[in-house]
């Protein structure tokens, strides 16, 4: 399984997870069948207009099979989803801690009803 992480910076699967997909500076994508196999991409969607990301540009084209964020906006979660990719919240400090609650389905699937709403203060803003 592929799975992608929005990230900081990259510090391999200690990088520590961002709190937001579509503002992340970095995705690292890890596939769970290759010991230690992890590839990292600059976001390439960064200054994209709120709520127009495109999140499979962001990731340079690679489909995961998840990816794991601290929040992301439901127009997001919606492209992701139309490409078979499930989008999880990340429970977790670093890419290695989330790995291991998502094998143990231990991370809860984010959809539309509880995605971010925006980022300005008491105006539905993101709860992370």
């Known amino acids: 399984m592929k799975v992608c992480f929005a990230v900081q910076k990259d510090d391999g699967v200690e990088s520590v997870v961002y709190g937001h997909f579509g503002s992340a500076p970095a995705f690292i994508v890890v596939d769970t069948d ?5 590839v990292t991409v600059n976001n390439r ?7 127009a990301c495109n999140p499979i540009q962001a990731i340079g084209g690679l489909k995961p099979d998840a990816v794991v964020v601290g929040g992301i906006g439901a127009g ?19 890419v290695k801690q989330n790995l291991a609650l998502l094998k143990e389905s231990k991370l809860s699937e984010l959809s539309v009803q509880n995605a971010c709403a925006g980022h300005t203060q008491g105006q539905g803003g993101c709860g992370h």
């Open 45 to 51: 969607d960064l200054n994209h207009v709120h709520g």
């Open 76 to 94: 997001a979660i919606n492209r992701l989803n139309a490409e078979g990719v499930k989008v999880y919240r990340s429970a977790a400090e670093t």
């Open 34 to 38: 290759a010991a230690d196999a992890a």
